[in-house]
């Protein structure tokens, strides 16, 4: 079955300390979808990124970066020199056509994310 | 920008109420979603349309329906709310696709059923 799992409930960290939120997934399918999102206070998930199952390239963005293995299922997500502005919820996520044609979107629990001025 | 609006930011009914939760999207966007979000539990996918009067049962369908007339409006209703549908309520919406797009996401509507 379709499952994603982050594993790390909350973090706290001080300003400027690097973090990473750890994502694995599982899924039989050869095409799928992960996604991170982030919820911030006011309550809007905002989507972060997205990576299909045959690009393994990891990827930067300013002070974030992905890591995608699919050996180890993991799509890593690491922050960099972290600010009070990063403080948020993340989710990682998962999308693929399931066995009946219909498509799944799963999401995993998420991890609070406290960053410490 | 993707805007996705919800009718309501905070809702509180009684038990044995109908309840309609609104969402409306502005940019043209074939697929629709509604999640609850629950503590420890993450988001769970209850219903998705990918069309107009098309919907696919999500994970968690029970004791919800929904209906979509216009392909920017999608309404998630609770028939005889009850205690344990007390939870926030996401809508989304993406570009047809299948799965491949990401979602973009209203503010949300935490609705309490007392």
């Known amino acids: 079955a379709q499952k994603v799992t982050q594993a790390q409930t909350e973090i706290s960290v001080v300003e400027k300390e690097d973090v990473t939120l750890d994502c694995v997934y599982e899924?039989?399918?050869?095409?799928?979808?992960l996604f991170w999102y982030k919820q911030p206070p006011s309550g809007e998930l905002v989507f972060l990124i997205r990576r299909n199952s045959f690009d393994e390239q990891n990827e930067i963005s300013g002070r974030y970066s992905w890591n995608f293995q699919k050996s180890t299922s993991s799509f890593n997500f690491t922050i960099t020199a972290s600010q009070v502005v990063d403080s948020a919820v993340y989710f990682c996520a998962l999308s693929e056509v399931g066995a009946s044609g219909t498509y799944k979107y799963i999401f995993g629990t998420g991890t609070r994310l406290k960053v410490l001025a | 920008d993707v805007k996705v609006t919800q009718s309501s930011r905070y809702l509180v009914k009684r038990t044995g109420e109908k309840v309609f939760l609104e969402c409306v999207q502005d940019?043209?966007?074939?697929?629709m979603f509604w999640y609850r979000q629950d503590p420890g539990l993450g988001l769970r996918l209850i219903y998705f349309?990918?069309?107009?009067?098309?919907?696919e049962k999500g994970d968690i369908p029970e004791g919800y329906s929904v209906s979509r007339e216009k392909k920017e409006r999608f309404s998630l209703i609770l028939e005889s709310a009850s205690t344990n549908q007390t939870s926030m309520y996401l809508c989304?919406?993406?570009?047809?696709?299948?799965?491949?797009?990401?979602?973009?996401f209203g503010p949300g509507t935490r609705l309490t059923v007392t």
């Open positions: 989304a919406s993406s570009l047809a696709g299948g799965s491949s797009y990401e979602q973009y």
């Open positions: 349309s990918y069309d107009v009067k098309m919907k």
């Open positions: 940019m043209d966007h074939e697929n």
């Open positions: 899924t039989r399918d050869t095409t799928y979808y």
